[in-house]
């Protein structure tokens, strides 16, 4: 069974196993304050940064506000997500970005322009914000791509490039979803279970030790 017979059964699966599946970073309705919360997902969960904005979000109250705080403050706030430092100057110089260029560009090129803004980050942002489709490579839908065969390679721009020659545009974003919440339930990074997973008969299990 090759790539395209393995995307056909997950396209068919997913959205049955995961109809809820969508962006779990809380964002309050602001969407550049989802881009703020997926600068700091890099390397930690979801749960964690949602631990984190609440606090953040009720300190410096804007983008503005964010812009202009003291680092070692905002440093203290993002303490418990790792990488602190770099996480403290990353968003606010996308938040300075962001006032100085009045918003959030609605393209991925212009996206990943701002600021501590991959590809990863402008996806989120398009697929979530302005609706178009969008490839998601987290940590989870990376791991999988691999594990399920759907591409040899290692790169997250190279697995959104396969992925794209993939899906259907109408499924990128809803799959990337889907396949991320797969990874939290089921085929984790660490003990995948492996013997409830309902892909089991087409995963060759690449990357599992």
């Keep these: 069974m090759n790539n395209r017979e393995h995307i056909e059964i997950l396209l068919l699966r997913l959205p049955l196993l995961y109809p809820d599946a969508r962006c779990v970073l809380k964002y309050y309705g602001d969407p550049e304050k989802l881009l703020i919360a997926t600068i700091l997902s890099a390397r930690t969960t979801d749960k964690s940064v949602n631990q984190v904005t609440p606090l953040l979000w009720s300190t410096v109250r804007d983008i503005k506000g964010l812009a202009s705080a003291n680092r070692d403050l905002i440093e203290d706030m993002v303490h418990s997500l790792g990488f602190f430092r770099s996480k403290a100057k990353s968003i606010q110089n996308a938040a300075e970005w962001l006032l100085a260029n009045d918003g959030l560009p609605d393209t991925i090129e212009g996206l990943v322009r701002i600021p501590g803004?991959?590809?990863?980050?402008?996806?989120?942002?398009?697929?979530?914000?302005?609706?178009?489709?969008?490839?998601?490579?987290?940590?989870?839908?990376?791991?999988?791509?691999?594990?399920?065969d759907l591409t040899r390679a290692k790169q997250p721009d190279r697995i959104e490039a396969k992925l794209r020659k993939l899906l259907p545009e109408e499924s990128r974003t809803s799959f990337s979803h889907q396949l991320g919440f797969h990874g939290r339930a089921v085929c984790t990074s660490r003990n995948?279970?492996?013997?409830?997973?309902?892909?089991?008969?087409?995963?060759?299990?690449?990357?599992?030790?």
Excluded at 192 to 209: A, L, M, N, W, Y
């Design 117 to 148: 803004v991959g590809r990863k980050t402008a996806n989120v942002i398009i697929g979530e914000v302005f609706h178009k489709p969008a490839i998601i490579v987290d940590t989870h839908v990376g791991r999988l791509s691999g594990r399920l």
């Design 192 to 209: 995948p279970s492996c013997d409830v997973c309902d892909f089991k008969e087409i995963c060759p299990g690449r990357g599992i030790r």
